[in-house]
């Protein structure tokens, strides 16, 4: 089983919203990723958790908030939001971090748009 | 920073053409994956490469990395509508995976 699964697909909020969105592996994967994607360019990384443990955070606004619960979910918190951040948000994950080249699996993605 | 380049950016081709994208490292590659992403959705993994002059087939896709590991290429061979989609190119950067700007390809029937 490949497969990471990413809830929900789509979702509409306004900017004085709290909302989550979740990501589940079952792959025992170690290390797992937020990604966020506009339209008509590749994935920016956000966040990297390894072991469960935030090990990268590139820079992101605190209105997003990574959580690791455990070795197979992933949610990213949300709140105050702000038009710009309309994207795809895609989780990923790998059976550790990298280091020696281990392929990442995607989830399909939750296309989110801020109102 | 290691800056990953793909060309074309674009491509059209007839069904049952073959076609070439590449994609070119400003740093020696130490890991170099190719994904396939259809419009909204996630990626597909391809490939990985790890040694220079590696070559990994998948059904009608070949990948290749060259021996100086700073260039890759995918090859389609009989391109068929379903190969349609984006096409990514990452690169394993100290921890993080970083994408070129993609190849976006198009299969006419």
Redesign the interface.
């Known amino acids: 089983d490949t497969e ?1 699964t ?1 809830t929900p697909k789509h979702l509409v909020m306004g900017m004085t919203n709290k909302k989550s969105l979740k990501c589940e592996q079952h792959m025992g994967h170690r290390a797992m ?1 937020w990604y966020k994607q506009k339209a008509k ?3 920016e ?1 956000m966040f ?1 958790y390894s072991y469960e443990k935030l ?2 955070n ?1 820079s992101v606004p605190s209105r997003f908030s990574p959580e690791c619960p455990n070795s197979s979910l992933l949610n990213l918190h949300l709140h105050a939001l702000q038009p710009e951040d309309s994207a ?1 948000y ?1 989780c ?1 994950s790998s059976h550790r ?5 281990y ?7 939750t ?1 989110l748009t801020v109102t | 920073s290691q800056e990953l380049e793909q060309s074309p950016q674009s491509l059209i081709v007839q069904e049952g053409k073959n076609l070439t994208i590449n994609c070119t490292s400003s740093k020696t590659l ?2 170099l ?1 190719w ?1 396939k992403q259809k419009y ?6 391809l490939m ?1 490469l ?1 040694k220079g002059g590696e070559e990994k087939s998948h059904e009608k896709i070949t990948a290749k990395l060259d021996e100086k590991k700073q260039q890759s290429s995918l090859h389609i061979t009989a391109s068929q509508p379903s190969h349609a989609g984006i096409y ?1 190119c990452g690169a ?1 950067n ?9 190849t976006t390809l198009q299969v006419k029937p």
């Open positions: 990471v990413q990723y360019k590749p994935p990384l990297v090990s990268i590139e795809l895609l990923a971090l990298t280091g020696t080249a392929e990442q699996y995607f989830g399909p993605g296309r | 130490y890991g994956y994904y909204g959705e996630g990626l597909i993994f990985m790890q990514l394993d100290t921890g993080k995976l970083i994408f070129g700007q993609g």
